[in-house]
């Protein structure tokens, strides 16, 4: 059996509102999948960098692509804060 984290809110919008944005106004919902939507890599870096600056998580870049959607990024994070905590 999965146990799921609760994904913060918070987070899961700002992501949202992200990821529309770096997508040219695409409408993009909790469950969207970033590339397929039409995100790459690169839009990729540009997410991670809004994470770090916005709630000091340095999100590991190959968990972008495991979990692409703002939703199942977000429990990610809730699940293992420990790996997102910024290094010294």
């Keep these: 059996m999965t146990v799921h984290a609760t994904a913060d809110t918070r987070l899961v919008q700002a992501l949202v509102e992200v990821w529309s944005t770096l997508l040219a106004g695409t409408p993009v919902a909790?469950?969207?999948?970033?590339?397929?939507?039409?995100?790459?890599?690169?839009l990729v870096g540009r997410v991670a960098l809004h994470c770090r600056r916005e709630f000091g998580l340095e999100i590991p870049f190959a968990w972008f692509f495991e979990h692409p959607t703002?939703?199942?990024?977000?429990?990610?994070?809730a699940a293992e804060p420990d790996q997102c905590r910024p290094q010294a």
């Design 70 to 77: 703002a939703r199942s990024l977000a429990e990610a994070v």
């Design 30 to 42: 909790e469950d969207d999948d970033f590339f397929a939507l039409g995100g790459h890599s690169l």
